[in-house]
Nanobody, 114 residues
Framework: VQLQASGGGLVQPGGSLRLSCAAS????????MGWYRQAPGNQCELVAH???????TYADSAKGRFTISRDNAKGTVYLQMNSLKPEDTAVYYC?????????WGQGTLVTVSS
């Protein structure tokens, strides 16, 4: 399984971005998929994850602003981010978990700045 993240960029405070992460390979073996982020000087933290059945979990910082979704047939997970704040600036990584392994994408940079 390989994960390819995209959709990052520069956005003004209050703006929106949609991140995508496409899996290739044995996509039907992937259970949990999620998004994590790491800001400079900080540890990597969970943003949101979603089960294959569609049950989602969000970090407190993401609740009410971000929405995670997935398309199992395409092996793709999305993160719709609204009302972005400067503190959302980070490299965002996608993750896919199978029974035997934990896969991570290469990261996509999100910068929220005026």
């Amino acid at each position: 399984v390989q994960l390819q993240a995209s959709g990052g960029g520069l956005v003004q405070p209050g703006g929106s971005l949609r991140l995508s992460c496409a899996a290739s390979g044995s996509i039907f073996s992937i259970g949990l998929m999620g998004w994590y982020r790491q800001a400079p000087g900080n540890q990597c933290e969970l943003v949101a994850h979603i089960t294959r059945a569609g049950t989602s979990t969000y970090a407190d910082s993401a609740k009410g602003r971000f929405t995670i979704s997935r398309d199992n047939a395409k092996g793709t997970v999305y993160l719709q981010m609204n009302s972005l704040k400067p503190e959302d600036t980070a490299v965002y990584y996608c993750r896919g978990v199978t029974i035997s392994f934990d896969y991570w994408g290469q990261g996509t940079l999100v910068t929220v700045s005026s």
